[in-house]
C-alpha cells in the first residue's frame, strides 16, 4: 500500500501546462504578428498617400509658376503676332528671323524660369512642328505628332494641360497653353520641369531622397538617338536610370546607397510596379528602417511610364518591434509565471494530500492507522446507504503479543507487525482495506463481499498466519471476528459488534473466526 504521490501524475501535469503555454504563446505571438502587419499595412496606406500629395504639390507649384509666367510674360500681343507669322509662313528664312525675334525677346523670361526650376520654353506651331526650343535652339522643324499626346491633346481641345511626358530630348512635366489670334489656334507653347527641377523644388521644403525610372520602351521610341547614351539599365527590369540626374547636396542618400537599395528590393515590388498604383515598403538596413515610396507617372492615356521612388528613414518600424517585444516579454513573463504559479499550487496541494494521507497512515506498518481507517469505514457506512451493496468487517489480533514483546523485545515485535501487515496486503484484493487499530488490532474493509465470503476469508487468513514461520518467534496465531455492515448501522454499532465477535473468538480458544451480522 503505497500513499506517495506518483511523480509521473506530477510530470504529466508538467507536461500538460507546458503544453498549453507554448500552445498560448504561439496564439499570442500569432495574433501580435497580425496584429504588427496590419498596423504596418495602415501606416505605408496613409504613408503612400500623404508622400503622393507631397510630390503633387511640390509639382503644382511649379505648374501655378508656368502658368503665371505664361500670363504675364508670353501671352501678349507682341508674342502672339510673331507666332501667328510663323504658322502661316512657308519661308524659310523669314522663319529664321522670326525664330531669332522670338528667341531674343523672350531670353531674360527664360533665364529667369531656369532659376526657378523650370528646364523648358518650347513653342510649337499648329501641326506640332517644334518652332524654337529654349533649351536646345539648334533643334527645330521636327514633327511631334506621333510622340507628344500633349500637343494632340491641346489642339484637338484647343484647352491647356498639364502632365509628365517623355520627349526627344527631355523628361519633363509639362505645361502645353494654347496661342490664339482672333479666336484662331496658331501654336502652343510648353513651359516644363525636369524632374530634376521637381526633385529640388520638394527638397527644399522636405529632407529625404528621390530618383526617377522610366520604361525602357516608352525612351526607345521617342528619344533621339544621339541622346539615349544618357539612359542605363535601372535595378528594375524594363525600366532606365536617366544618368544626367544630378545628386543634390541636401539629399539624405547619395546614388550608390539609393542604388544598393533599389538592389535589395527590385525582386520583391517587380510585379507591383504593373500595377499602376503607389505603394510603400517597409525596409531593414544597417540598422535604421527605411520607408521606399513608389509613385507612378502616367500616360494620358493612363499608361505608366515612369516611377517616382522616395527614399526616408523612419522610425515607425522601431517603435513596432519595440512595442512587438515589449508586448511579447510581458505576455510571455505573465505566462510564465502563470505557469510557474499553477505547478506550485500543484505541487502545495500534492503536499498537502501528502501530509493528509501520512496523517493517516501508521508510522511503523505503512497501512492505514486508527485515524485513516475510522474514516475509511465511515465512508464504507455512507456508500452501504446510498448502494445497499454487501460490505464486511474483520477484526483480528495476535494472539498473546505481550508474550512476544516480553520474550523477544519490541524491536522484534515491531518487525513482527510488518511482516504480518505485508503477509496480510499480499493476501487481499486491491479494493481490501487494511489499517492498523492499535497494537497488535487490526480492521479489514472487504467492499462487495458478504458474510460467507469473508468468513471464507477470514478462515484462510487464519490458517496462513498460523502456518507461517515468524522469524526467530516460529509460528503465531490471530483470532478473527467478521460482521456485515446492515442498513441500520453507524460507526459505533459497527464497531462494537465486531469488536464482540472478535473477543468472542479470543474467549472460546483463539485461532477461530466468529462471524454475524
Known amino acids: 500500500m503505497n500513499f506517495k504521490p506518483a511523480k509521473k501524475d506530477l510530470i504529466k501535469i508538467i507536461l500538460t501546462y507546458f503544453c498549453i503555454f507554448v500552445i498560448l504563446e504561439i496564439l499570442f505571438y500569432s495574433f501580435v504578428n497580425y496584429q504588427k502587419s496590419n498596423i504596418i499595412k495602415s501606416y505605408l496606406n496613409d504613408y503612400t498617400k500623404n508622400i503622393t500629395k507631397q510630390i503633387i504639390q511640390s509639382q503644382n507649384d511649379l505648374n501655378a509658376y508656368a502658368r503665371l509666367v505664361f500670363e504675364n510674360n508670353i501671352n501678349n500681343q507682341e508674342i502672339i503676332d510673331i507666332i501667328a507669322k510663323a504658322s502661316n509662313s512657308k519661308d524659310n528664312e523669314e522663319l529664321s528671323l522670326l525664330r531669332a525675334k522670338l528667341y531674343n525677346k523672350l531670353l531674360p523670361t527664360y533665364k529667369t524660369l531656369t532659376s526657378n526650376d523650370i528646364s523648358q520654353l518650347h513653342f510649337h506651331l499648329p501641326d506640332t512642328t517644334s518652332f524654337l526650343r529654349f533649351h536646345d535652339p539648334s533643334k527645330y522643324g521636327d514633327k511631334l505628332k506621333k510622340i507628344r499626346e500633349t500637343l494632340n491633346f491641346v489642339n484637338k481641345n484647343q484647352i491647356s494641360i498639364s502632365a509628365f511626358e517623355v520627349g526627344r530630348i527631355l523628361n519633363a512635366f509639362r505645361n502645353?497653353?494654347?496661342?490664339?489670334?482672333?479666336?484662331?489656334?496658331?501654336g502652343t507653347v510648353e513651359i516644363s520641369s525636369s524632374f530634376d527641377q521637381i526633385k529640388k523644388n520638394y527638397l527644399k521644403v522636405y529632407k529625404t531622397s528621390l530618383n526617377f525610372i522610366l520604361k525602357e520602351t516608352i525612351i526607345e521610341n521617342k528619344t533621339f538617338d544621339e541622346l539615349k547614351k544618357f539612359y542605363n539599365k535601372s535595378e528594375y527590369k524594363s525600366y532606365l536610370n536617366d544618368t544626367q540626374l544630378t545628386n543634390i547636396d541636401n539629399m539624405q542618400l547619395s546614388l550608390k546607397e539609393i542604388k544598393a537599395i533599389d538592389i535589395t528590393l527590385s525582386n520583391d515590388v517587380e510585379s507591383r510596379l504593373e500595377e499602376n498604383l503607389a505603394f510603400s515598403v517597409l525596409i531593414e538596413r544597417n540598422k535604421y528602417s527605411q520607408i521606399v515610396t513608389y509613385i507612378p507617372l502616367n500616360n494620358i492615356d493612363g499608361k505608366i511610364f515612369a516611377y517616382i521612388i522616395h527614399y526616408s528613414f523612419n522610425e515607425f518600424l522601431n517603435k513596432i518591434k519595440s512595442n512587438y517585444y515589449v508586448s511579447l516579454s510581458i505576455f510571455s513573463l505573465i505566462n510564465i509565471s502563470l505557469f510557474v504559479l499553477i505547478i506550485m499550487s500543484y505541487k502545495q496541494k500534492i503536499k498537502l494530500i501528502q501530509a493528509k494521507k501520512i496523517s493517516q497512515i501508521d508510522a511503523l506498518t505503512s497501512i492505514y492507522n486508527r485515524l485513516g481507517i475510522d474514516r475509511r469505514i465511515e465512508e464504507e457506512l455512507e456508500r452501504h446507504k446510498r448502494y445497499k451493496d454487501n460490505t464486511t468487517i474483520i477484526f483480528f489480533d495476535i494472539d498473546y503479543f505481550k508474550k512476544v514483546n516480553d520474550t523477544y523485545g519490541h524491536q522484534i515485535g515491531d518487525q513482527i507487525l510488518i511482516i504480518l501487515s505485508q503477509l496480510v496486503l499480499k493476501f487481499l484484493r486491491k479494493i481490501d482495506i487494511l489499517g492498523r487499530w492499535g497494537g497488535e488490532e487490526f480492521i479489514i474493509i472487504l467492499p462487495n463481499t458478504n458474510l460467507e465470503k469473508a468468513s471464507a476469508v477470514a478462515e484462510k487468513l487464519r490458517i496462513t498466519i498460523e502456518k507461517y514461520n515468524f522469524l526467530e518467534i516460529g509460528t503465531l496465531t490471530c483470532s478473527f471476528g467478521v460482521t456485515s455492515l446492515l442498513s441500520n448501522d453507524?460507526?459505533?454499532?459497527?464497531?462494537?459488534?465486531?469488536?464482540?465477535?472478535?473477543?468472542?473468538?479470543?474467549?472460546?480458544?483463539?485461532?477461530?473466526?466468529?462471524?454475524s451480522k
Open 490 to 515: 453507524n460507526y459505533d454499532s459497527v464497531i462494537k459488534r465486531v469488536d464482540s465477535l472478535l473477543y468472542k473468538a479470543k474467549k472460546t480458544g483463539r485461532n477461530k473466526v466468529i462471524s
Open 176 to 186: 502645353v497653353f494654347p496661342l490664339y489670334k482672333n479666336n484662331k489656334l496658331i
